[in-house]
């Protein structure tokens, strides 16, 4: 415990034990029940005190769950070896970055997605912020829209599972946004009641690893970039912006002061065409 930072860390020998522990199951190829529990074990005492590391922590367990019994053993996948990887990659970064009392958000960004397309918004900032933002030519207002693509880099396409399309919304915004967001803490506004419970408990519920791949995606940029980020729920109906922004059918005709001109009480500053989803 670090009184003068308010946070919890994990000691240096535990931190190297872990790296350790990690470094080895990167090279198993197939594992025992009470090996794998073994492992969740350490890991989940790592993750009271690493919260960041919980979309990879659950995952350990989803895989123990579906092990048949106590002398089971399972194969190792690829995607289960690059999880090791990660742990090793960024136990330094998580740790201490779980404070006691968490400040005020710094950044709030409003996004939605459809099956075709994703959009949102920065609803409000910090001073620092802004001023970080202004660097980069942007503001309060600046707003984002664009369609999935199947070939793009988050390989979505039309009819997707839309939570999936919602929890990913904000992530083409942060990375678009990239180094603004070093070290904030960051409010994720969503109209999806499920995608921000996902986010805040850092968990999937469901073992659909499309879902599980795009919320690792948030907490691996939030760790990239040593950021906090929580999500607050907004009605749909308060979320007009973001919902336009997002379905294709509706913003690929306009032009941006037509765009401006649906929400005559708001402000939007400029509006960020991504080429592919």
């Known amino acids: 415990m670090d009184s003068r930072r308010e946070t919890l860390e994990v000691s240096d020998s535990r931190l190297d ?8 199951w990167r090279e198993k190829k ?11 074990g350490k890991l989940g005492f790592a993750a009271q005190v690493l919260p960041a590391s919980k979309p990879w922590f659950h995952y ?9 019994g106590k002398h089971h053993r399972r194969r190792l996948s690829q995607a289960f070896r690059r999880d090791m990887a990660e742990w090793v990659h960024f136990l330094t970064k ?13 950044l709030l960004i409003c996004s939605d997605a459809s ?20 660097e980069v030519g942007l503001s309060v207002g600046s707003a984002w829209l664009g369609r999935w693509d ?8 039309d009819h997707t599972d839309i939570a999936v399309a919602e929890l990913l919304a904000p992530v083409v915004i942060l990375e678009h946004l990239g180094a603004v967001c ?21 968990r999937a519920r469901s073992k659909d690893r499309r879902l599980q791949d795009a919320l690792r995606r948030v907490f691996r940029f939030a760790t ?14 308060y979320n007009t912006i973001a919902d336009v922004l997002s379905r294709p059918e509706y913003s690929d005709g306009l032009r941006d002061d037509q765009i401006r001109d649906l929400f005559p009480g708001l402000t939007i500053t400029d509006i960020v065409r991504c080429r592919s989803g």
């Open 150 to 157: 199947k070939n793009g880099r988050y390989g979505i396409e």
């Open 60 to 68: 350990v367990l989803d895989m123990l769950s579906r092990l048949h």
């Open 17 to 24: 034990e872990l790296r350790g522990l990690c470094g080895a």
């Open 30 to 40: 197939s594992a025992s029940y009470k090996e794998i529990a073994s492992l969740a």
């Open 182 to 202: 070093d070290g904030l803490r960051i409010s994720l506004v969503l109209d999806n009641e499920g995608d921000v419970a996902i986010l805040n408990r850092r």
């Open 115 to 134: 099956v075709r397309g994703f959009g949102g918004m920065i609803l409000a900032a910090s001073e620092r912020v802004r001023r970080r933002l202004q």
């Open 94 to 106: 998580w740790n201490g970055t779980h404070r006691w009392v968490a400040p005020d958000p710094e």
């Open 224 to 237: 990239e970039h040593e950021c906090a980020v929580v999500a607050t729920h907004l009605a749909g109906e």
